[in-house]
């Protein structure tokens, strides 16, 4: 899929789908997904929705987009075998300051810290405001080691394409 497509499908703006237990043949039991409540109404921006709330791969993420484009219905659409692992089981990391000196990738020094962390798991997609907030980094180097460790996860996550 081209780049404008897939961008695209990330700016797909809707209501979630993901009310119930066998939507798109999404199952708690066999894909440890958790679902949207009925009451939920509002529209959201879907890609980063299925990705933050439901914790789905980019991949499964565009997927279900797809799906729901082209008007399949929830109920008797089966998009997901019981056997593929659609969803993030990494999804907290450790904060980089847990430890006083660190060395992440694609970083040449190894970096000091005044502030030994106690926060050891973090909910990656609030490590961002976590560094700033409490550690007081700057954005960019925020962002710097946000993005290594998202990079970490996906390494280690070697079905996440």
Do not use: W
Request: hydrophobic letters at 30%; glycine letters at 4%; aromatic letters at 8%.
């Amino acid at each position: 899929m081209n780049k404008e497509k897939r961008k695209g499908i990330t700016t797909v703006i809707g209501q979630c789908p993901l009310t119930f237990d066998g939507a798109y043949g999404l199952t708690e039991a066999k894909h440890s997904i958790k679902f949207c409540e009925h009451t939920q109404t509002r529209p959201i921006r879907l890609y980063n929705h299925f990705i933050g709330k439901h914790r789905l791969k980019p991949y499964y993420a565009r997927r279900l987009i797809r799906a729901i484009i082209n008007n399949k219905e929830p109920k008797i659409t089966k998009l997901f075998d019981e056997n593929e692992n659609v969803v993030y089981n990494l999804c907290k990391v450790s904060c980089p300051f847990t430890k006083k000196r660190i060395l992440l990738p694609g970083l040449a020094q190894p970096i000091e810290s005044k502030v030994q962390c106690r926060c050891h798991k973090i909910p990656l997609n609030a490590l961002k405001s976590h560094l700033r907030d409490y550690h007081h980094v700057s954005d960019a180097f925020a962002k710097d080691l946000f993005e290594c460790m998202e990079e970490i996860r996906n390494n280690n996550d070697t079905t996440s394409t």
